[in-house]
């Protein structure tokens, strides 16, 4: 592969604080997790930060942590990855999906009421590719109806809306370090909440339902083994000291993108509303269509240059359709941006000669297919 999709942005001030943990003798449980979470409710301006050894685990303990179980449901969005929706169905309750909003790709706030039921407990959003939803419109539903709202930021770490850092709107907000994601711990999730009790509650249910007095091998809830060891949080402190400079240099390789894509006929770019500050997760151009995506899609690979759908609607997942009995057409805007996006190379490393080459081949190959 010429040109990889995505890679983490990796410098010797990591290194270092992972082999300082090597060198510590304490591995799991130790000052590096306590100073990662620290910093995190620090960046994010939240009370709580309990970190957890992946987004979707820590989707899950809220999920339990709020008491939402069978018969339970919850309001979600189709187009996301598959986890947003997969923690609902860990705790047997129902994800009910809204469609979303052609522009933004987030769910659209404007359908999420007529789906509420007295079953309905919470809302789901997803700040998908990290551009944050319209997170006023939804806080005003869910207090409407009194639901809790639990906010995916695993793609949108250090995004705005509105002047409001997304992941601190919900009940809780959750972010996820997944290598290809804005800063990475290899493996990695973290919940941040205003929450004393949510708090709590999150920080047993990692530990296997230990008890907050803190006693090694007293069980009071049935929890999991969620941990985040020390090696993974060191290298969360690193990528953490750093966020401005990685978000800013993939603000940078966005920009060039949209400067060099801005007039190739039948690409559609980002389209980011006025109130929304973009943490850049992913560049995910639009094509007329479905062929002409999937032409591209096949054009590109064939060059060396990585690329991929983003995201099959989660309604159409294989085992989603076998369980639910979900067809194509129940969710049209999702399935219409679904079959027409396309994710190109998108990480802080990418060079300028790397973002030439990929813009040039999508001139060269949409001109042909024209
Ligand atoms: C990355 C991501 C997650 C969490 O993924 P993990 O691999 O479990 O860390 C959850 N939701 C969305 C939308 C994501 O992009």
Redesign the pocket.
């Given at each position: 592969m010429k040109v990889p999709l995505s890679g983490p942005d990796i410098t010797e001030r990591e290194k270092q604080l992972v082999l300082e943990v090597l060198d510590s003798g304490q591995l799991s449980l130790g000052s590096k997790l306590e100073a990662f979470e620290a910093k995190m409710a620090a960046y994010v301006g939240r009370r709580y930060a309990i970190a957890c050894n992946?987004?979707?685990?820590a989707?899950h303990m809220l999920i339990r942590a709020m008491g939402i179980g069978e018969e339970d449901e919850v309001i979600t969005t189709p187009f996301?990855?598959v986890?947003?929706s997969n923690c609902i169905l860990y705790e047997r309750a129902r994800p009910v999906f809204v469609d979303i909003d052609e522009q933004s790709f987030n769910i659209n706030p404007e359908l999420i009421a007529k789906h509420i039921t007295e079953r309905t407990k919470a809302i789901l959003p997803?700040h998908?590719f990290g551009q944050p939803a319209n997170m006023e419109a939804i806080m005003d539903v869910a207090q409407t109806y009194g639901l809790r709202v639990i906010e995916?930021a695993?793609?949108a770490i250090g995004a705005f809306w509105n002047g409001k850092m997304a992941g601190s709107f919900g009940d809780a907000g959750?972010f996820?370090?997944?290598p290809n994601?804005q800063m990475t711990t290899g493996?990695?999730?973290m919940i941040v909440t205003d929450d004393p009790e949510l708090a709590a509650l999150c920080r047993s249910l990692r530990n296997q339902g230990r008890g907050e007095d803190g006693l090694w091998l007293s069980h009071v809830r049935l929890g999991w083994n969620y941990r985040l060891d020390e090696l993974s949080a060191a290298l969360g402190i690193a990528q953490l000291e750093r966020i401005e400079q990685l978000l800013g240099r993939r603000a940078e390789v966005a920009a060039r993108y949209l400067e060099k894509l801005a007039d190739v006929p039948g690409v559609i770019l980002p389209v980011i509303d006025p109130r929304a500050e973009m943490s850049w997760?992913v560049f995910v151009i639009r094509l007329q269509n479905s062929l002409r995506r999937d032409f591209l899609m096949e054009r590109l690979l064939a060059q060396g240059i990585g690329c991929r759908p983003y995201f099959p609607p989660i309604h159409l997942q294989p085992f989603y359709q076998q369980q639910f009995g979900y067809q194509q057409g129940d969710f049209q805007v999702t399935e219409s941006v679904s079959a027409s996006t396309l994710a190109i190379p998108f990480f802080s490393g990418l060079t300028e000669a790397q973002i030439d080459y990929v813009c040039r081949a999508i001139h060269q190959e949409l001109a042909v297919c024209l």
């Open positions: 992946s987004g979707t685990s989707l996301s990855f986890s947003s997803v998908v995916d695993c793609e959750v996820a370090f997944y994601k493996e990695g999730g997760f």
